[in-house]
């Protein structure tokens, strides 16, 4: 069974390289979209995970924890790329003058803070 294993840290190093850029060269050419790409695909990730766990076999019950720990390290990363499509969705309004997906954009966060 293939499993794209996010426990394995290089591939994890690597993940996080490609979202973070993405995420920063939705800051440079404004484009909230760009920053959406890695977020659909966390998304599909966190599904073929569920899917994969949720249809295991017997002889692959080993991988249980495997796909339990890349279940986790999925919502970890859903959340920054949700955060990060918000930032650059709030960068892409101020810049063109728009109005943003919710209307209190990313600030809502920063003011607890």
Do not use: R
Request: net charge neutral; glycine share 2%.
């Amino acid at each position: 069974m293939f499993i794209f294993d996010l426990t394995n840290l290089l591939t994890l190093i690597l993940v996080v390289i490609a979202t973070i850029l993405f995420i920063f060269l939705s800051q440079e050419v404004k484009k909230s979209l760009i920053a959406a790409i890695p977020l659909f695909a966390v998304v599909i990730d966190l599904i073929i995970h569920t899917i994969q766990m949720l249809t295991l076999k017997q002889e692959y019950s080993y991988l249980f924890s495997t796909l339990c720990y890349n279940m986790a390290i999925d919502f970890a990363l859903l959340l920054v790329t949700f955060l990060g499509y918000l930032w650059a969705d709030e960068v892409e309004a101020k810049v063109f003058n728009k109005k943003t997906i919710n209307s209190k954009g990313i600030n809502w966060l920063w003011k607890k803070v």
